[in-house]
């Protein structure tokens, strides 16, 4: 398979099934940035050295593909089988972040990112992760998109905090509270 097909040279790319459109198509931004939190998603992953959060983000990084090549099909469809998002990734999620919680002090304050290189990288990945988000619920009021995709995003972004406030724990890094000046 050749890397490039001169295709997109001039500014259009194929979605699945075959429709050609803009490159600032607002579904090519949808996935472009799940991508881009795929990426983040490894580097976050390759800066932690605890086995399960590793397997946990793998796990993330394998969901996060699936979701990009549903966010990839065009309006007519397709008859490729693609892979599917399911509610049991949406509970594995809540499962993570609940046996996270019960480890950590109670939050009484929103934090402010940092604190820790690997803690701040976690808190990019989340806010990439709101993005992502936010384009796809604007893709979904014009196009019909899987509930479960919506609902995945917004339980991962609350992962990547509760993931965040972790590390933070275990890497005994200052957790720092925000409080407003007045």
């Not at 979701?67 to 049991?88: D, N, R």
């Not at 290189?117 to 899987?146: F, Q, Y």
């Amino acid at each position: 398979m050749k890397i490039y097909t001169k295709k997109g040279d001039k500014g259009e790319t194929g979605l699945i099934g075959g429709v050609r459109v803009s490159k600032n198509d607002l579904r090519i931004n949808a996935y472009g940035t799940v991508d881009e939190l795929n990426a983040h998603i490894g580097m976050l992953r390759d800066s932690i050295s605890n086995n399960e959060f590793e397997m946990q983000l793998l796990d993330i990084q394998d969901r996060l593909f699936t979701a990009g090549s549903l966010l990839a099909v065009g309006e007519k469809g397709t008859s490729m089988k693609l892979p599917e998002l399911m509610e049991s990734d949406i509970k594995m999620l809540e499962t993570w972040i609940d046996k996270m919680d019960q480890s950590l002090p109670e939050m009484k304050t929103f934090v402010l990112p940092g604190g820790h290189l690997t803690v701040s990288k976690c808190h990019i990945a989340r806010t990439v992760c709101r993005r992502a988000e936010r384009i796809i619920v604007e893709l979904s009021n014009r196009v019909n998109i899987d509930s479960v995709i919506l609902s995945y995003f917004n339980r991962l972004s609350d992962y990547l905090f509760t993931l965040s406030r972790k590390l933070s724990a275990d890497l005994n890094a200052k957790e720092t509270p925000w409080v407003p000046k007045s």
